[in-house]
Nanobody
Framework: QVQLVESGGGLVQAGGSLRLSCVAS????????WGWYRQAPGKQRESVAT???????NYADSVKGRFTISRDNAKNTVHLQMNSLKPEDTAVYYC?????????????WGQGTPVTVSS
């Protein structure tokens, strides 16, 4: 199993920046990919950014050019640098990992960290 703990959320004005962090513990060697997801009130959870074990990144169109996902293997941590924040970025942000399929993959989630962007 993998345990995830997020941090870094908070209240920021539009145009500001925040940096989210997610620390993994447990069976970290089983992790194949990391991701950040978000869920705004009344909306479905959506993918924001992902990074695979080989470093390939992928972003939602709505955050491209503003958000950057990065990984610190030595600290078992993934960060999400969020710049030029907009009110529509307001949501609870969740860290996610996907394990290698041996033979099945598992998904683990953190508890979420809220981000509020004021206009």
């Amino acid at each position: 199993q993998v345990q995830l703990v997020e941090s870094g959320g908070g209240l920021v004005q539009a145009g500001g920046s925040l940096r989210l962090s997610c620390v993994a513990s447990g069976d970290i060697f089983s992790i194949d990919a990391w991701g950040w997801y978000r869920q705004a009130p009344g909306k479905q959870r959506e993918s924001v950014a992902t990074i695979t074990s080989d470093g390939t990144t992928n972003y939602a169109d709505s955050v491209k050019g503003r958000f950057t996902i990065s990984r610190d293997n030595a600290k078992n941590t993934v960060h999400l640098q969020m710049n030029s924040l907009k009110p529509e970025d307001t949501a609870v942000y969740y860290c996610n990992v996907k394990t290698r399929p041996v033979p099945f993959f598992y998904l683990y989630w953190g508890q979420g960290t809220p981000v509020t962007v004021s206009s």
